[in-house]
């Protein structure tokens, strides 16, 4: 089915927009349509390029609203506590996340999976199962790592071992079977290399995946400096910063998107523009984890691509898109006194859409043009979340935008038909996710990290 949207309004004009097939054919006035050819009335309706959720973890949907107010390496540790070993939760997760995504206008999601223990390759299907049951455009990112949780903080392999980490040579050969069973770009599927981040993977891991990225044209993702703890742990471990050492490693590159990035030095911020790498800013995962602000005007104004990501629901805790791209457009204001620098609703629309599938090296998507990819969103107007009627941008990124999405489409394929998911029955999640009630009974005893975590941050000892 082909589709025209008539008289909708985008980049402040109101015109026709045609989908043939996968791509946009055609921006005009009065366009004509085909025998195959749905007619949607886009009066009082905002078309927007489909935003990308550029950094999640969708396991983590099982922990919303759960854990304490903690800094990220105490977080962790309360996370990992309670082992799901349930596939059935894994697709779940994976279907709310993308449920969550689409809902609040985004066409893509990068899921940084956290992984199963023993059950890793098969938690990858899972997940790639659910997004390809769900229709939404999916960057499944294996989230893995070579390094005890104890090195992960600075001084940590003084202390005794926290977890087990497995063997590089094990950890590259999934990456391998993932790419050979679930990478699947013609369906909208693909696998990222993603080693979690400096602090928890060793070199050899990065350059595995560097090798997999070249073999297979994949992207690559990692968590970047995300708290001050791993700006101390990388001087500790390389002599220099992470992101030097990243770049000497090969990592940094067009396809490399960085999750946080809120430690960086200038030259960090030259390097990742030099490169053409991305930043996923996560701001309401930094202000839950009390990470820091990320320098997102300052890495703006230097050239780094910067697009937006929820972080995973444990740190969030919800997937609301429009909500992250609100407060990752207007908290920066704290940080620049001069106001021509702060970021207008337009150019955060750019950032949550343009600036997210740049990052995935993905120049076929993010804006409303002849030729492009059509993963497209069709807002309502109308909705009493989006009146009175004054910038339909500012009033769907910057208000209380609720429920607005009407029609949207992932590669010309309707996922969202009039306000309908076609793929997914909401009833039919919630039920089988009220069957879960009551898992977290089952807690597993880790050793405590905070006493010396305290000591090495600096922070009064424990009473
Ligand atoms: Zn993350």
Redesign the pocket.
């Known amino acids: 089915m082909d589709y025209l949207l008539r008289a909708v309004q985008f980049d402040e004009r109101t015109t026709d927009v045609a989908i043939t097939g996968s791509r946009i054919s055609a921006i005009g006035e009065n366009l004509q349509p085909t025998p195959q050819t749905a007619v949607i009335d886009g009066r009082d309706h905002y078309l927007m390029p489909g935003l990308v959720n550029a950094?999640s973890?969708s396991l983590e949907t099982w922990m919303r609203g759960f854990i304490a107010p903690l800094p990220l390496e105490l977080w962790l540790m309360q996370l990992y506590a309670y082992p799901i070993d349930n596939l059935d939760m894994v697709y779940l997760a994976a279907w709310q996340t993308g449920w969550d995504t689409l809902r609040s206008g985004g066409t893509t999601v990068v899921d940084?999976l956290i992984l199963l223990p023993g059950q890793e390759l098969a938690t990858i299907q899972a997940a790639a199962q659910a997004y390809r049951d769900l229709g939404i455009r999916a960057y499944v990112a294996p989230l893995v790592q070579d390094v005890p949780f104890n090195e992960s903080v600075p001084g940590g392999d003084a202390i005794p071992e926290v977890g087990e980490a497995p063997e590089t040579a094990t950890v590259v050969a999934l990456l391998h079977e993932a790419i050979r069973t679930c990478h699947d770009p013609a369906a909208g599927i693909q696998i990222v290399m993603a080693p979690t981040g400096i602090q928890l993977c060793s070199d050899a891991l990065f350059r595995g995946c560097i090798e997999w990225a070249q073999r297979y044209d994949l992207c690559l993702h990692s968590?970047l400096l995300e708290t001050q703890a791993q700006e101390h742990l990388a001087q500790e471990k390389y002599g220099c910063t992470a992101v030097e050492h990243l770049d000497r490693l090969g990592y940094v590159g067009e396809r490399t998107s960085f999750?946080?990035g809120i430690w960086l030095r200038d030259r960090d911020i030259e390097i990742l523009a030099q490169r053409g790498a991305t930043v996923v800013h996560?701001p309401l995962?930094n202000l839950r984890l009390g990470s820091g602000i990320a320098p997102v005007l300052k890495m703006r104004r230097q050239g780094v691509n910067v697009s937006i990501g929820c972080?995973?629901a444990a740190?969030n805790d919800g997937q609301n898109l429009l909500e992250a791209v609100k407060i990752g457009s207007m908290l920066h204001n704290l940080t620049d006194a001069d106001y021509r620098h702060w970021i207008t609703p337009q150019q955060a629309l750019q950032m949550a859409s343009h600036g997210g599938a740049k990052g995935l090296g993905r120049s076929d998507l993010g804006t409303i043009a002849i030729g492009q990819t059509a993963d497209l969103v069709l807002c309502r107007l109308d909705d009493l979340s989006m009146l009175p009627h004054t910038n339909p941008t500012g009033s769907l990124l910057w208000g209380q935008a609720q429920n607005v999405v009407d029609w949207l489409w992932v590669a010309g394929r309707p996922i969202i038909r009039a306000g309908h998911c076609q793929t997914l029955d909401p009833a039919e999640l919630r039920e089988r996710l009220k069957q879960y009630k009551g898992w977290r009974s089952r807690r597993a005893a880790l050793p405590d990290l905070e006493p010396h975590y305290r000591r090495v941050m600096g922070l009064t000892a424990m009473s």
């Open positions: 950094h973890h940084h968590h999750a946080h996560n995962s972080d995973g740190s």
